[in-house]
């Protein structure tokens, strides 16, 4: 997902010590700030998809998909052996 980059503001949060001082040695100072937004957005977008996993659990049940019985694999594998063999599902 790319975002606009929006204007800059200042945040004030605590971090643990040893995290704080291995930004600082690891990270020249002009970009320690692009580096805590990068993690941050990469942290946010774990928990959202997270969520969306945890959301969507159970939506696909063997009652409404019973093609999926034997396995998504072996479901996909026939999809792709019908487009080579013109539509004919096995």
Do not use: C, Y
């Amino acid at each position: 997902m790319v975002r606009a980059q929006t204007k800059a503001k200042q945040a004030n949060f605590s971090l643990p010590g040893d995290l704080l001082e291995d930004l600082r040695r690891q990270v020249p100072k002009g970009e320690q700030s692009k580096v805590v937004a990068r993690a941050i957005r990469n942290e946010l977008m774990r928990l959202r998809f997270r969520r969306a996993l945890d959301n969507a659990f159970g939506a696909w049940n063997e009652e409404e998909h019973p093609e999926l019985e034997e396995g998504t694999e072996q479901f996909v594998r026939g999809l792709r052996h019908s487009s080579r063999t013109g539509g004919k599902i096995e």
